[in-house]
């Protein structure tokens, strides 16, 4: 069999494009000029039919990765639906249990603390602000349960919940989403209130929060001074749910600020210490340990208190 007749058998078996170059080269002195043409115009038609195949073959494996089409059951999308604390192993009836509106918005919080007590804040919005917060406090023990609804009224830089039932109101203020100040006006008829200050550094982290009260014995007298440090900036934990604060918040209820979409700082911290009226200094009150992280989701945070024997206390994480 002759040069020119392996050539054509060569050609007619269509294999990849590097074959075909190598079988033309010896071939050309033999075929004629147009022959030529027409091989090299057939390898070059082969070449473009093998990378759109492969183009359609990327396209196909990014198209069957896409999550909207194929959703993975473990994925989450971030908003905190189950806190859980733990004494230990054991759980210690510390849950609180959050849920959302179609915008991903807090829609109700339930706090509860065993057989002993619980409370839910109920939140409807109007456009893009709250327009009630609803508080139940459901004193197990007794039996006994009271509603307050408060109508949310924002004045300036300034956010006023009120009700016509309930004799105290508070007064919020706050920039750019951060709380400034927190006032329980509790006796409003003498002018009775605590009152919460929050100092924050240039990039939005809590330095201080400190407690004043005003009551018929006293005027703005400094109760409580917390300072926070050793700050996490991943993962976001908000500061209704972390341990650190617990103590700071004995005259400010975080999760209004949290019904409310305020935030105290930009990062966690995860150390605080304390100075009392009397002048005694903690310098590490509570200390906490994000211990299990996934997909940048924290899922169990560790933390001691001070003085307090058995300091084995977690929390545990779930999200929707």
Request: aromatic share 14%; glycine share 6%.
């Amino acid at each position: 069999m002759g040069n020119s007749e392996k050539c054509k058998n060569t050609t007619k078996n269509e294999e990849e494009s590097q074959q075909l170059t190598r079988c033309i080269r010896p071939c050309l002195p033999m075929v004629s000029t147009a022959h030529a043409l027409a091989v090299n115009w057939q390898l070059k038609y082969y070449t473009m039919k093998k990378y759109f195949l492969f183009v359609l073959a990327v396209l196909f494996f990014f198209a069957s990765c896409d999550d909207s089409e194929d959703p993975s059951p473990n994925a989450a999308s971030g908003l905190v639906k189950k806190v859980e604390g733990f004494l230990g192993d054991a759980p210690s009836d510390d849950i609180t249990e959050l849920t959302y509106d179609g915008s991903q918005r807090v829609e109700s919080i339930q706090v509860s603390q065993g057989n002993f007590a619980s409370r839910t804040y109920e939140v409807t919005y109007t456009g893009d602000e709250v327009s009630t917060l609803t508080i139940v406090r459901d004193f197990i023990n007794s039996g006994t349960a009271v509603a307050e609804v408060f109508d949310v009224e924002y004045q300036g830089d300034q956010i006023i919940l009120s009700s016509p039932d309930v004799q105290g109101r508070y007064v919020l203020s706050a920039t750019d989403g951060y709380i400034n100040a927190y006032e329980d006006h509790y006796d409003s008829d003498n002018g009775y209130f605590n009152a919460a200050e929050f100092i924050r550094d240039g990039t939005n982290n809590i330095d201080t929060i400190s407690y004043f009260t005003t009551n018929a014995a006293d005027s703005n007298l400094l109760a409580w001074q917390y300072t926070f440090t050793d700050f996490a900036a991943e993962p976001t934990l908000n500061a209704a749910f972390n341990p650190v604060f617990n103590y700071s918040f004995s005259l400010y209820d975080p999760f209004i600020g949290l019904a409310l979409g305020l935030e105290i700082s930009a990062e966690a911290p995860l150390t605080s210490s304390y100075l009392d009226r009397s002048g005694t200094y903690r310098e590490e009150n509570v200390s906490a340990d994000m211990e299990e992280v996934d997909n940048n989701l924290l899922m169990k945070l560790g933390y001691t208190i001070a003085n307090l024997p058995g300091n084995d206390y977690h929390l545990e994480f779930e999200y929707n």
